[in-house]
């Protein structure tokens, strides 16, 4: 495949990237390229060893890595190029990308389309601002998780973790089974951050300590962690001095915070959602850029890589209509967060055809009503800002819209007790 | 006299909270709640027979790859992950291994297989 | 090395001590640095704001003030030695906010007494003109003091640089040694340190915040310092748009400036003012990054909290406020003839050209023979820096070495070939690849390249993964193999 053919280019090789190339093959995009950082395709999910993936996908429970070969394999099949050690340095608003890469050299070309799939980083200690001293010994979960499931290390014998998000929990039970003795998973809100099932399977499984409303407040130690302060937060999420304790360790992950990873679509001149932090997309996941589409956690982060690989084939058939010559969706209908949603995705759909729409509350509440403009409605028993939404709207309910309308507000309301 | 149990199903990440109704005759006589078919099996074992899937990695000998990852061909009660892991942990697996091949029979006296979940080909 | 016997030794491997060391490897002079650390510029070098030149030198420069002439001698040494290491030196120049009429008066007298002592590089800006060069400013800043000449550096880069040209030059140049005595004789000094004994005629002391105690083990301490503090927070590089030159304003107290700086890197510095603190105490807290932020947003206001990726406290030793702001300490010792005391406080990277100097004429005062070193080298090739090159250039350098290929540091692209490089010029620990090619100091605080630049240490020092430090001593960051703890390892 010559470079300056290529239709469709995604940007990343994990879970996201490959369904989308897949499918832009599917749909019949001729040469679908993807340019992958690390040393092979399938991203994260060679290290997330444990299972849960692709139940809704394929009806079964895998592993991470069983997952991500499924698709690994279904992408030769389809004949889609996968370029590894491949870092994509630039991308002009005109679509040019730059990229090196160790086996094919310095790379300028400009794809008919791109698929943005670069998924998301970690909040590091210094964007958390942990107070104390620097020493070795702090990690973030995800390339703690790197260390212990893939390069064979693991970073200490007495772990702190602070947020329950899933790495973080996760992370937990693959330390105490690896013989390290997680001391405390320190979360600041009154509920996890991750989804209910690793509370069970990892915490309350192990008898691990789940401090909630409480926050670390001070990091010990010159050369390697020594210990850690923690104490508990009070309505406005505060430290209360007189409840600081000092918990030792010799490890502390950090699993507070992952945020998508667009500092190539910053480069490209997308515009980007603030509360999501990914691009603004439409229902075929095309960004403000015509021709460059995105999907997949660099849009908003997903708790089941389930939805990452629906919601990128999306984008991968889109940019290859794109490539092949078609129209996007027409028209823009707004889609705005009411009360206690955090957002929408896609922010902006065209109400002719049916659209699934991924949702975020801002707080935890039982017994509401989510209401889709005058479209539809649904009663949930529970929501959690932890546990994305996924609402599908049928074109004969879309047909209830207006003649003309610009903005559909989705809100989750209190449902009346009677 | 009819009880009620409250279990949190882990079949998948969405964790339901399913109801399952207990007839006085100590059988389960119906379960609310779940959102796919898979969570009616899943709650019934837990309640039941609390088991879970094991995913580790093992060391490997002969191969630039430090580890191989595993899994439990199907799940082992709960009380046995931690001596299923210690098992795990003496094993040393030698190339080629696909993802699907038996790496140990019969985990920790517990009759499961534990299989790599990815391949060490070299 | 247990028993060394040299001419000089010089004490620390700062910007001061390394500064010195290739001063004198101009001259036939058998010269040993040793540095504590593992690599060089990790005390007070490291945690500043890479400012050359600061304005307050400027404004309130005197010749019969020590430290001001030494930064006023610096000034024209600064760029030319930044060229000839292949370090980064960016005059983004300066803007000294006022808010008032008062404020501008005050400027405004100040400009005129540097100007009648020979500083002719300011501007008075009103308000217009100072939106022009900054359109982000603070609305309530009604003009600025402009100096152009400002420039910014890598004080760390610098420091490497100098260590290396110093031993290129003939220099014995050894880090992980820690004095711990030292003994004065007719002929000389006894020195016993961490890895053995030296012996030699003469000692620079540019211990840094260690000076007073290394002075105080020969009863060369005639002088005192106090350990201050400050606060710097690191800005993402998205935001680097909102200001291009160094700005600060300052209240009535030196000091106690608010200040926002570029970086040559393409980040913004916002720091806090300098305090009194307890010796070594470096750790950070939230009340510092408030504070930072606070006077920060005071010069421009649109940063935020969320735009903080990391965050250090910075120590230097600094003379008492009474004894003169000007003042440093860069003498022989009154009380221990051929001991050289040298201590400047800030800002010590601005200053280190000409105290170089000044040290080596010094050691010239109290016996030490000056023959000029005819194979003396100034010029030290840089590692290369993937990222400013051009394509062209990019891509004949991954087909020669497909190591430039292979991007590792995402968020600075930071290649492989880099990383061996720095690991070939001397760096043993992720600190080290950090500071010499900025691995790990990008938005995501290396999270995705620890991995690799820990494997790829490994490798290239031919030592195992799991050896490898953050910054040597016992910061290792693995400190158990697979199954160690579980059981099942021979």
Known sequence: MKLQDVDVAVIGGGPAGIAAAIKARETGAQNVVILERAEKMGGLLYQCIHNGFGLFYFNEDLTGPEYAHRFVEKAMDTGVKGLPETMVTGISPER????????????????????????????????LGIPGTRPAGIFTAGTAQR???????????RIVILGSGDIGMIMARRLTLEGAEVAAVVEILPYIGGLIRNEVQCLHDFDIPLLLEHTITRIHGEQRIEAVTVARVDDGKRPIASTERR????TLLLSAGLIPENELSLMAGVKLDTVTGGPTVDETRQTSISGIFAGGNVVHVHDLVDNVSWESELAGESAARFAMGGKGAQGKIQLKAGRNIRYIVPQTISGQNKVTLYMRVNDLEEGVRLKIGNIMSKGLRVVKPSEMLKVELTPEQLEKLKEGTSEITVDCERRERK | MAT????????????????LTISSNKEVAGITGNKCKQGEKYVLEEYLHPVRTLTATVLTQGSLQPLLSVKTTRPIPKTKSLPGAIALAGLKVRPPVKAGDVVISNLAGTGVDVVATGNLLS | ????????LIIGGGVLGTAVARELSRYKVDATLI??????????????????CQGADHLEFRKEYHRSRLVWESMPLMEPMCQELEVPFNRVGELALFFNNSGKEKYEKMMARAESRGITTHQLLDRDSLRRLEPNIAREATGALYDPSIAITDPVRLTIALAGNARQNGVNVITGTEVQDIKAGAGGFEVKTSQGNISCEFVVNAAGMAVDKVAALVNADDFIVFPIRGYVAILDKKVSDLVSHEVHARPEAPGESNIITPTVYGNLFIGT??????????????????????????LIPDISEKDIINSFAGFLMFRNWELGWHECVVNTSSTVPRFVNVSIGFPGVSAAPATAREVVKLLSREGLELRENPGFNPYRKAITDFTNLTDEEKRKLIASDSRYGHVVCRCETVTEGEIVEAIKQGAATLDGVKFRT????????????????????????GIPEEEITKKGGESRQLLYKSKELIGGRE
């Open chain 3, 1 to 8: 090395m247990s028993e060394l016997k040299t001419e000089v």
């Open chain 2, 4 to 19: 009620k149990e409250k279990l949190i199903c882990v079949g998948c990440p969405m964790g339901c909270l399913v109801t």
């Open chain 3, 35 to 52: 540095e504590k650390e593992v690599d060089f510029g990790w005390g007070s070098t490291k945690a500043n704001m890479c400012i050359v």
């Open chain 1, 247 to 250: 918990i030792e360790c010799d």
């Open chain 1, 147 to 157: 260390f212990v499931n893939v390069e064979g290390f693991i970073p200490g014998k």
């Open chain 3, 438 to 461: 900025r691995a790990g100091m990008g938005r995501c605080q290396s999270g995705f390249c620890s991995s690799r630049v820990t494997g790829i240490l490994a490798r290239e020092l």
């Open chain 3, 273 to 298: 003012p300098m305090k009194l603190a307890r010796r070594g105490d470096d750790a950070t807290n939230r009340e510092m990054a408030v504070v930072a932020l606070r006077n920060a947003r005071r």
């Open chain 1, 96 to 127: 040019q990308i730059t990229a090196a890469s160790k086996g094919e050299g310095y790379l300028t070309f400009r794809p008919a389309s791109i698929v943005l799939a670069m998924g998301c980083r970690e909040k590091s200690r210094g964007a």
